[in-house]
């Protein structure tokens, strides 16, 4: 067969431990003997990283903003237990935080569904992707324990010369106070992520904050969601999806209600309780996609979990592992996907649909990795191990192809 062509190059970035052997098996195996592979490779494994004083993932996000598309392996986030094992330089900052703060986007992940393995909420029948706004509020909050009576203040001084004062309380014993923010261009840029995203996956987008009890607060995120919606407006009518705003609550109620199939955006806080929520109960983490898209769209497609370390040091040991690869091939598929649809090139765009459904067919004929064995019901499945369940995965790929 004659390999599937590409135009423009996906920016690689290779990573750690048993996701970065993982990384290498399901090129060999089920990429490069099908598509004539255009990357522009970036080794963000801990030692290079080190080695270039972590210059290569500033490098690798500018890469994204050139070419619009990257994929990466999941990445060793530094800990002083890393700094002793790798003999680092310095203790470098996790590089997904440093993307992000390059590419300023949205973090958008997804379960991967199949039908031997339940929603705990039984009439979740599609997945409900979260949209987790991934700046400030409580995340970036200052705080006092209040140890005696006394006055909490909320004070602004604009560099106009304007004060404004607020008293948050008169203490009359012990307490505790916070101060948080966010600014209107972070929630306006997360505005434009989620409706650029709705859009691409032709799914309706749900927003809920508490705006009845904070007015100002999250007045201001439903207010700004509902001005940058107006641009979306009508591309939103033309693919038959909606923008639905409620109070956060109200959305929690609905979303247990409902069939799933949407997307939910959610304010930073909400959207770390809830894509723990989701995600465990659609079944596990190593089924999750995650996919960072910027508001001037560029993409980048990763799985949701880390190195999997302890599989990693039995694979040192020359022992077999069964680790689940099918977050980090949906990576893969995710990028080839977009880079066909941007390059029109509808090949690559089938190869990554036929690609996830030899993934999803495998499993359905009750092949799995460990981790997925126990939430099978229905079937008696068979545990394989990475590189048995990565061939069986191929024999699907080359069928349909
Ligand atoms: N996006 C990323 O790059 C990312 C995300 C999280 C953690 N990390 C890094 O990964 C390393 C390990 O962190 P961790 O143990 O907290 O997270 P982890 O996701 O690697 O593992 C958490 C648990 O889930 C299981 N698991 C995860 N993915 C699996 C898979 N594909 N197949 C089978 N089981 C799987 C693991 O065995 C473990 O019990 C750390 O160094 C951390 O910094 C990276």
Redesign the pocket.
């Known amino acids: 067969m004659e390999k599937i062509k590409m135009t423009t190059p996906l920016v690689e970035m290779d990573?750690?431990?048993m996701?970065r052997i993982l990384w290498k098996m399901i090129k060999d195996e089920l990429i490069l003997p099908f598509v004539d592979l255009k990357t522009e490779y970036y080794d963000l494994g801990l030692p290079n990283r080190d080695k270039t004083s972590d210059k290569i993932t500033v490098d690798a996000a500018n890469a994204i903003k050139k070419y619009g598309v990257g994929v990466?392996c999941?990445?060793?986030?530094p800990n002083a237990q890393?700094m002793t094992e790798y003999n680092l330089k310095e203790m470098y900052k996790?590089?997904?935080g440093t993307i992000r703060s390059i590419l300023d986007g949205t973090v958008f992940r997804t379960p991967i569904t199949i039908p031997s393995i339940h929603p705990a909420v039984k009439f979740w029948k599609k997945p409900i992707t979260i949209a987790r706004h991934a700046y400030g509020d409580v995340y970036k909050s200052v705080e006092i324990v209040a140890d005696e009576p006394g006055t909490a203040k909320l004070v602004f001084d604009g560099e106009s010369g304007k004060h404004e004062e607020v008293v948050i309380q008169q203490f009359k014993g012990p307490g505790v106070l916070q101060g948080m923010h966010n600014t209107e261009k972070s929630i306006r840029s997360f505005a434009h992520s989620c409706f650029q995203y709705a859009l691409s996956l032709k799914q309706s987008i749900w927003f809920a904050t508490k705006d009845t009890i904070s007015k100002k607060y999250d007045g201001r995120f439903r207010a700004i969601f509902e001005e940058v919606f107006q641009e979306y407006k009508d591309r939103f009518a033309e693919a038959g999806i909606e923008y639905f705003y409620t109070l956060i609550d109200d959305a929690v109620a609905r979303v247990m209600r409902s069939e799933g199939g949407f997307i939910w955006a959610c304010k930073n806080y909400d959207g770390d309780v809830m894509s723990d929520m989701v995600s465990t109960a659609f079944g596990s983490?190593?089924m999750m996609t995650?996919v960072l898209v910027s508001p001037d769209g560029n993409y980048e497609y990763?799985?949701?979990?880390?190195?999997?370390?302890?599989?990693y040091y039995k694979y040192l040991k020359g022992e077999e592992t069964s680790?689940?690869?099918i977050?980090?091939i949906f990576a893969w598929s995710g990028a080839f996907r977009k880079r066909g649809e941007l390059d029109n090139l509808p090949e690559l765009v089938a190869y990554a649909d036929k690609l996830e459904a030899a993934c999803l067919d495998t499993l359905n004929e009750g092949y799995a990795?460990?981790?997925l064995v126990n939430l099978m019901e229905g079937i008696t499945p068979t545990m394989l191990t990475s590189a048995q369940f990565l061939a069986e995965i191929r024999k699907h790929l080359e069928k349909s192809l």
């Not at 999941?74 to 986030?77: C, G, P, V």
């Open positions: 990573g750690d431990e996701t990466k999941a990445t060793i986030t890393r996790s590089p997904n983490l190593a995650s990763e799985a949701a979990h880390g190195t999997v370390t302890r599989h680790t689940n690869p977050a980090t990795t460990k981790d």
